[in-house]
């Protein structure tokens, strides 16, 4: 069965970097493209990185310059970078399989909290 396990999340100030990791089980990760969604309190989830399988990245307008989404297909594990992280960061942050970039996910993780404060 597949699955997405997130972790690196917690509580950080605003101005400091925070890398997630989201380890991937039950199906061939390196044939897939993947992705990271974000959900702030009290809103939808907003998808802000995709990744091909060959390792070719595209970006949310809103987050270009400060994420950088990447993988390792050896350990099966997605990354997410942010640098100067910011309040509106805040929320949880999931990792998604999807079919081709920019589509919508096919399988999602539980999700990881972040916290920035001022």
């Known amino acids: 069965q597949a699955r997405l396990v997130e972790s690196g999340g917690g509580l950080v100030q605003a101005g400091d970097s925070l890398s997630l990791s989201c380890v991937a089980s039950?199906?061939?990760?390196?044939?897939?493209?993947m992705g990271w969604y974000h959900q702030a309190p009290g809103k939808e989830r907003d998808a802000v990185a995709w990744?091909?399988?060959?390792?070719?990245?595209e970006y949310a307008d809103s987050v270009k310059g400060r994420f950088k989404i990447s993988r390792n297909n050896s350990n099966n594990t997605l990354f997410l970078h942010i640098d100067n992280i910011k309040p509106e960061d805040t929320g949880t942050y999931f990792c998604?399989?999807?079919?081709?970039?920019?589509?919508?996910?096919?399988?999602w993780g539980q999700g990881t909290q972040v916290t920035v404060s001022l």
């Open positions: 039950g199906f061939t990760f390196r044939q897939w493209n």
């Open positions: 990744i091909n399988a060959n390792g070719n990245a």
């Open positions: 998604v399989r999807i079919a081709h970039m920019q589509a919508p996910p096919t399988i």
